[in-house]
């Protein structure tokens, strides 16, 4: 169970803000037979939905992941894997494959034992890694799920939006890849126990709970440790070692990273003065909140407003 629905809301917020427009459908996989394909490593999040059929998803760690009909998968930045059935000999690189495609649909062998159907999720660079630490590189919605068929009337209608071309196509398509991108991160996160240490497994701890109510709820406030451990009844040092075992980082860590989420958020809309976004979220200059923004980030935040508005 999710402790601060204001704080997962937040979350969820910041992440689609890093979403681009381009993400959609990429095409799907038909295979038959005794078959393998080697994906290469990439930067992307993508998802599959295997409509028919069953494979192993092979990441080199000697412990593949059955893939069956109704499962959807969702790829954070993942290495190379192989996607590959019994007894299949060497895998067919996915870019050979590619070369000689028509249409959107790659086929594999011969027949149709296997389907599925997969697309990318384009991610700016910078709070990214923030919000999907702790989550394991390949998440699994099993057909079983009551989240599936929320998941699969969205394949669905990514598939008939790429299929129709009607004008709108491209953003409708986009605002679908999120969608599905937040069904499949809510029933990731309903499991807390499946959670390494990281923001979302924070948002569902019930003894952190009244410290990030108190940082959501005023982040530019200058919270002090003996604050926040007060109002979670735990000694400075418990609060400490407890929050930074959940979260992975530092309650003050995770609050400079919160007001900088917050701040690239209003950044990206426009209309606000960097001095008054330091005053804001506690800084007591325009240059100390530029240092936090680019330690963050990377870069300043007028570098990134600037990069936005373009």
């Given at each position: 169970m999710i402790e601060n629905p204001d704080?997962?809301?937040?979350?969820?917020?910041?992440?689609?803000?890093?979403?681009?427009?381009?993400?959609a459908l990429s095409?799907?996989?038909?295979?038959?037979?005794?078959?393998?394909?080697?994906?290469?490593?990439?930067?992307?999040?993508?998802?599959?939905?295997?409509?028919?059929?069953?494979?192993?998803?092979?990441?080199?760690?000697?412990?593949?992941?059955?893939?069956?009909?109704?499962?959807?998968?969702?790829?954070?930045?993942?290495?190379?894997?192989?996607?590959?059935?019994?007894?299949?000999?060497?895998?067919?690189?996915?870019?050979?494959?590619?070369?000689?495609?028509r249409g959107a649909i790659l086929q594999l062998g011969d027949g149709d034992d296997f389907f599925m159907i997969g697309g990318k999720v384009d991610l700016d660079e910078g709070s990214a890694p923030l919000l999907f630490g702790g989550l394991p590189p390949v998440l699994r919605l099993p057909a079983a799920s009551p989240r599936a068929p929320g998941v699969h009337w969205i394949l669905d209608r990514l598939v008939a939006e790429r299929e129709a071309g009607l004008p709108g196509s491209g953003a409708a398509s986009a605002q679908l890849a999120q969608l599905m991108l937040i069904e499949i991160l809510r029933a990731?996160?309903?499991?807390?126990a499946l959670l390494g240490s990281g923001y979302f497994k924070a948002l569902a701890d019930r003894r952190l709970a009244p410290a990030l109510r108190l940082m959501h709820g005023e982040?530019?406030?200058?919270?002090?440790?003996?604050e926040l451990a007060a109002a979670c009844a735990m000694s400075r040092a418990g609060f400490a070692d407890h929050f930074k075992r959940v979260a992975g980082a530092s309650p003050l860590h995770y609050l400079t990273e919160l007001r900088m989420r917050l701040a690239r958020r209003r950044l990206r809309q426009g209309g606000v003065g960097l001095a008054r976004l330091a005053g804001e979220y506690g800084y007591g200059s325009e240059s100390a909140f530029s240092h936090a923004f680019k330690r963050v980030f990377g870069e300043s935040p007028k570098a990134f407003r600037d990069g936005a508005a373009a």
């Open positions: 704080a997962i809301d937040d979350l969820f917020s910041d992440l689609l803000e890093l979403v681009r427009a381009r993400s095409g799907g996989l038909r295979a038959g037979g005794r078959w393998a394909v080697a994906f290469p490593a990439t930067s992307r999040v993508k998802f599959w939905g295997i409509r028919s059929g069953a494979a192993w998803i092979d990441l080199g760690d000697g412990a593949p992941l059955l893939a069956q009909a109704g499962d959807v998968f969702l790829f954070h930045a993942p290495g190379p894997h192989v996607l590959r059935t019994d007894g299949a000999g060497l895998p067919v690189a996915l870019d050979t494959l590619a070369a000689g495609r990731h996160i309903a499991e807390p982040p530019g406030r200058a919270w002090r440790l003996p």
